[in-house]
């Protein structure tokens, strides 16, 4: 088994790599990872078996941390098809030695949820266990099955029933400054917060992926209402930001944008993902959230982050 630090030579070796790996997203294209790397020094890894690629590993450091992948909202081993469950074993094992090796005190690791996984892939988790690995953090997201829907609420369907008989229309769109304008006047307003990604960012991503980041919107005469920035991957519809003005919320803009999305748009996609409904790294659940999600036959899935220390090891 041989590591390597990954270098900007090997570009094009990592990024076919992705493409057809088991469980790998456009999220770990160079030049979605890249797009932030100011903030993140990166220490993302490959590993060869016999000069073959089997593995890699997106990674920055930060005070002798080793995250996999702080700038993601996942991260964890990309496997190939090819690559077992012993091998999994020994690359985190030989990840734990080598990081031991760089004086790096523990591993953040944020593992690929198994819904956006091509074919199984959670040998990484079982990898984890047997480094002694703790959960360190745990949320839930609302997802849909596409493929064995369950039924809307009584909420959501009188929702959608008015947003039905008004004059309103769903449709894909280039208007991000203008959704963008809504998104973070609500953050402000509602959660005193701002959007992960700044427009000029989003709008970069949205350049190089436009396949994978799509904008839908309801509109009335024109103005966005509503709207719903879509990571869309082989698997996963994943909704990254929702929002509507205060005139959308009123109209049901949203009930009728998500039942496009869910019964139209990417009706032949294995699961629709609203997100999670979390703060304090899983600790507090915002109920009525959650219950919007759930609202529209959205039922749990895990995204967990663990913590394996290497000093001790």
Not at 210 to 237: H, Q, S, Y
Not at 265 to 286: A, C, I, P, R, W
Request: glycine share 4%; with cysteine; charged share 25%.
């Amino acid at each position: 088994m041989r590591i390597e630090k990954y270098n900007t030579e090997y570009k094009s070796v990592w990024d076919d790599f992705v493409s057809f790996s088991r469980n790998g997203t456009f999220l770990f294209y160079r030049d979605y990872m890249e797009y932030h790397s100011g903030r993140f020094h990166d220490y993302s890894l490959m590993f060869f078996d016999k000069n073959k690629l089997i593995a890699l590993l997106p990674a920055n450091i930060s005070e002798q941390v080793f995250y996999s992948h702080q700038g993601l909202t996942y991260g964890g081993l990309i496997l190939s098809e090819d690559t077992k469950t012993p091998q999994a074993i020994e690359i985190l094992d030989t990840v734990v030695k080598y990081l031991q090796e760089n004086k790096i005190s523990k591993i953040i690791y944020k593992p690929i949820p198994h819904i956006y996984h091509r074919y199984p892939s959670e040998d990484d988790l079982y990898a984890l266990f047997r480094n002694k690995a703790t959960l360190l953090s745990r949320t839930i997201s609302s997802t849909v099955d596409l493929s064995a829907k369950l039924g809307y609420s009584e909420l959501r369907k009188r929702q959608l029933k008015k947003a039905e008989k008004q004059n309103l229309i769903v449709c894909e769109s280039d208007s991000l400054p203008e959704f963008w304008a809504v998104l973070e006047e609500n953050l402000k307003e509602n959660h005193q917060a701002v959007a992960t990604h700044s427009l000029d960012e989003i709008a970069y991503l949205r350049n190089q992926f436009p396949d994978n980041i799509r904008l839908f919107c309801t509109l009335k005469e024109n103005r966005i209402l509503a709207g719903c920035l879509i990571f869309e991957t082989a698997t996963v519809a994943h909704s990254q930001y929702i929002s509507a003005s205060e005139e959308g919320k009123e109209a049901g803009a949203l009930d009728l944008l998500f039942d496009h999305l869910i019964n139209k748009v990417f009706v032949k996609k294995k699961y629709f993902d609203f997100g999670t409904s979390n703060e304090d790294s899983g600790h507090f659940l915002n109920e009525g959230l959650i219950s919007q999600k759930e609202g529209f036959g959205a039922r749990g899935i895990i995204y967990d982050t663990y913590q394996i220390n290497i000093t001790l090891q």
